[in-house]
């Protein structure tokens, strides 16, 4: 059963997009750096939005990090790696958004080490860019009809009526 994220942008997570980076309200330097860089582009996001995911056979509330509602994209900073139980959580995480059809892109402190920024732009593109992909396949097995029905509808539905006269 796919799951499909229920407002995952809600009132109770919206928070303000300009915000004070040097207050203590991200748990890492990590997420803090995503955030300057978010804030640096004006891309509007929410810090740690709820979100419903398919884990296993339950229905749990997740809060990844950053959630990007104009791009319906999440961002999870996972600030570990090479620890065998961490990397272990952090794959099972990532197969449940996968599962629940939710696009996270992941970020690690390797990430942050170099060009952070464009590889998360990078993501968010690809991310993007296969979604209308899949729109384009959905649109090419679509039947194609006379251009001719379509005026047709349009004159038969849409035509104004003199109401006065």
Do not use: C
């Not at 942050?112 to 593109?125: D, H, Q």
């Amino acid at each position: 059963m796919t799951v499909k994220p229920q407002n995952i942008y809600s009132a109770a997570s919206q928070q303000s997009q300009s915000r004070d980076l040097d207050a203590k309200m991200f748990k890492s330097k990590g997420e803090r750096k995503i955030a300057a860089f978010l804030d640096s582009l004006n891309i509007q996001y929410t810090y740690q939005p709820a979100v419903l995911v398919q884990d296993q056979e339950y229905q749990r509330i997740w809060y990844p990090d950053f959630g990007l509602p104009k791009y319906s994209i999440f961002i999870e900073y996972f600030g570990m790696e090479n620890d065998p139980v961490y990397d272990e959580r952090t794959k099972h995480k990532l197969e449940a958004y996968r599962k629940s059809e939710i696009d996270v892109i992941s970020v690690y402190p390797s990430h942050l080490a170099g060009n952070y920024e464009r590889y998360i732009l990078k993501e968010i593109l690809r991310t993007m860019s296969h979604r209308l992909s899949d729109l384009e396949q959905k649109i090419e097995h679509f039947p194609a009809r006379s251009t001719e029905v379509y005026p047709q509808t349009i004159k038969t539905y849409y035509m104004p009526r003199n109401v006065y006269g």
